[in-house]
Each structure stands twice: as structure tokens, then as C-alpha cells.
């Protein structure tokens, strides 16, 4: 029976050293490669095409969600498993409508997590208890309506820009990291403002901090 092919993206070398231990014990697991951020995650999966990349949300540069919206685009077989401290609620909406395959938190894997690995690589959707009950909160509050979210009127690349702008990247940075012009990101970043109705980076910082999009401990 061939391996399940996994590479592990964190940008704490020493949880990568854990997890890495940890899969060795199962003879059906074989980690193929690793990453700190997740432009090397997007790296990984067009360079090894892992079955199952297991990643964490809150890193460097390109995060989690951004990455997983980039590796979904590329339409590869690989099922994104997402390992992460954070049961957030808008973490979780968003990475599930970004096409992850499953949620664990890292305060409760331990031996969980090579049959969660199995679990998605199959095909399934695994979501921790608590991160499941996140979700239902999250479904139900979204039967009652309410006022349009100006978050969903960005586009995959402006929540990305969002973020980046609201770490504190200039221009050139979130130009460097997305891959992408000055002149493109300047664009994207004024398009940002305007659909979210604010005019300086106190108010986007401030509203990245309310909406979920950074944290204030990244």
C-alpha cells in the first residue's frame, strides 16, 4: 500500500520537528517535505503534489487562508488539512469556503492527527468538535440575514492584500510576497479602502483586528 504523502507548514521550526516525530510512528505516513510560510506551501504542492498538506493559519507573509486560496486555484489533488492554536469563528468560515479539508487544533491532535490525515485524504471533512460547533454558530447566524458584509465584496486577491496591508506591508512588500507589481498592489489596496469605506490604515488595521483577519498576538 503506497504512502500517504504529507508536507507540514509552520513557521515554528521546532512544531514542524514535533509533528514530523509524531507521523514517523505511523508506517502508512511518509512526510515528504516542509514549510515556514505559506508562499513555501504554495511551493511545495506544485513542486511534490503531497496528497495532504497540514498547515497553520497565522504565519509570515502569505498566511494560511491566503495559501489555501491559492493552492485550491491550482486544482491540485492535494486536501489541505489546517493545524492551528485559533478556533476563531471567522477563521473558520473562512478557510472552509476556501476549500480546506479539515480543522484540528493544535491543544488537541496529539495521536488524533494521523487519523485526521487519513480522514481527509480519503476524502472526508474533519473538523474538531469545538471548531465544529464554531461552524453551526456561524451557519446559524447566517440564516437570520442582516446587512451586507463589505468583507465579501473583496475579491480572494484584496482579502489577501488586506491582510498584508494590515501587518504593516508597504507596497513594494505585499508586491514582493503576492508576486504581483507596485502599480497592481497600489491599485488593489485602493480598491480595498473603497469597498470597505475607510480612509487611512489606523481604520483598515482596525477593522482587519474586528473582522478576524489578523490577530493582534501575529
Known sequence: MS??????????AILREGIRALLQLHPDIEVVGEGANGTEAIAAVERLDPDVILMDIAMP???GIEAALEIHKLGRRTRILILSQY???EYVRRLLKAGVAGYVLK???GSELANAIRAVNRGGLVLDPEVAR???????????GGAAD?????TD???QVLKLVAEGRSNKEVADVLGIS????????EHVMEKLAVHNRTELVRFALKRGVIRVDE
Open 3 to 12: 504512502k500517504i504523502r504529507v508536507v507540514i507548514v509552520d513557521d515554528h
Open 61 to 63: 507573509g502569505l498566511g
Open 87 to 89: 478556533e476563531d469563528r
Open 107 to 109: 491543544k488537541s491532535a
Open 134 to 144: 464554531t461552524a453551526m454558530a456561524d451557519a446559524g447566524q447566517a440564516t437570520t
Open 150 to 154: 463589505p468583507y465579501e465584496a473583496l
Open 157 to 159: 486577491r484584496e482579502k
Open 182 to 189: 507596485v502599480k497592481t498592489a497600489m491599485s488593489h489596496r
